[in-house]
T-cell receptor, first 116, second 111 residues
């Protein structure tokens, strides 16, 4: 089974609108972390936001927030007030507990295009 | 403020040639990783290391070897390159429970 599933290959959003990028995960480890990365067309991987499995509140970083629904095993990224510079690939990733070598699993990504 | 540095940035090889990709990090991270990125497939883990002198196989290890002789360096080797290994290769490092820091990638083409 896939550890991380991103079901939206491509998304479009109007500038200044909010957008939600979906991510579901699969693990039986009680201790895990969820991450979102942005990859612009220039190719570098940029860390955006982190959510730990024991965190009670949803993580927020500026215009990014992570909608963490533990029972549904989902960790959706919400980008508020979209900007043209948000156009990029977005990857969801999961790190399982320390006893698995700190491995990270990545989804296949969502390509976001912000329309002026 | 280098972070994770990958060399080279681009390389073209002929089938059957060998080469080594170098990854260096200056953040004293225990964990280092090599990924390949292919269109529509996200990042797939090739090999990783949990500390100096240790390596382990990831999801797609065949055709690659790695070494971590020094904590700051993680080398990825292709002994006999094949066209299927044409990809963009990323190195990353992290400490426990922290996000990964990525290098800028190496674009490798094998003819």
């Amino acid at each position: 089974a896939q550890k991380i599933t991103q079901t939206q290959p491509g998304m479009f959003v109007q500038e200044k609108e909010a957008v939600t990028l979906d991510c579901t995960y699969d693990t039986s480890d009680p201790s895990y972390g969820l991450f979102w990365y942005k990859q612009p067309s220039s190719g570098e991987m940029i860390f955006l936001i982190y959510q730990g499995s024991y965190d009670q509140q949803n993580a927020t970083e500026g215009r990014y927030s992570l909608n963490f629904q533990k029972a549904r095993k989902s960790a959706n990224l919400v980008i508020s007030a979209s900007q043209l510079g948000d156009s990029a690939m977005y990857f969801c990733a999961m790190r399982e507990g320390r006893y698995t070598g700190n491995q990270f699993y990545f989804g296949t990504g969502t390509s976001l295009t912000v329309i002026p | 403020n280098a972070g994770v540095t990958q060399t080279p940035k681009f390389r073209v090889l002929k089938t059957g040639q060998s080469m080594t990709l170098l990854c260096a990090q200056d953040m004293n991270h225990e964990y280092m990783y090599w990924y390949r990125q292919d269109p529509g497939m996200g990042l797939r883990l090739i090999h990783y290391s949990v500390g100096e002198g240790t390596t382990a196989k990831g999801e797609v290890p065949d055709g690659y070897n790695v070494s971590r002789l020094k904590k700051q360096n993680f080398l990825l080797g292709l002994e006999s390159a094949a066209p299927s290994q044409t990809s963009v290769y990323f190195c990353a490092s992290s400490s426990i429970r922290q996000p990964q820091h990525f290098g800028d990638g190496t674009r490798l083409s094998i003819l």
